[in-house]
Nanobody
Framework: QVQLEETGGGSVQPGGFLRLSCRAVGDTTNINYMGWFRQAPGSEREVVAHASTRSASARTADSLRGRFYISQDNAQKTTYLAMDKLKPEDTAMYYC??????????????????????WGQGTQVTVTS
């Protein structure tokens, strides 16, 4: 089990930029992928992006591609989510998640929540003028 510490949330105007960070604490040896999810009030949690810890493979959800970018720094055990051209509808709680130890996932499709075993507490992103 790993602990995930998210930082970087906040309030930003439409069109703005934020970068979220997620630092993993603990044994990440067998964690093969990391992900970001978000949940807006009254909505289900949805996947934003996921990235391999073994290669440069990554995938952003179709609706967010071109604005959201996930990246991985294994040396720092940190996963980043860069969010550009933010819109009010991006307002949500953003969660970092670690893949289940020893499990692999592909990057042709976005994974589901059940593909992740450890979750952060979340960081709030609010896009408002």
């Amino acid at each position: 089990q790993v602990q995930l510490e998210e930082t970087g949330g906040g309030s930003v105007q439409p069109g703005g930029f934020l970068r979220l960070s997620c630092r993993a604490v603990g044994d990440t040896t067998n964690i093969n992928y990391m992900g970001w999810f978000r949940q807006a009030p009254g909505s289900e949690r949805e996947v934003v992006a996921h990235a391999s810890t073994r290669s440069a493979s990554a995938r952003t959800a179709d609706s967010l591609r071109g604005r959201f970018y996930i990246s991985q720094d294994n040396a720092q055990k940190t996963t980043y989510l860069a969010m550009d051209k933010l819109k009010p509808e991006d307002t949500a709680m953003y969660y970092c998640a670690a893949g289940c130890a020893g499990r692999y996932t592909g990057f042709v499709r976005s994974p589901g929540e059940s593909d992740f075993c450890d979750w952060g507490q979340g960081t709030q992103v609010t896009v408002t003028s």
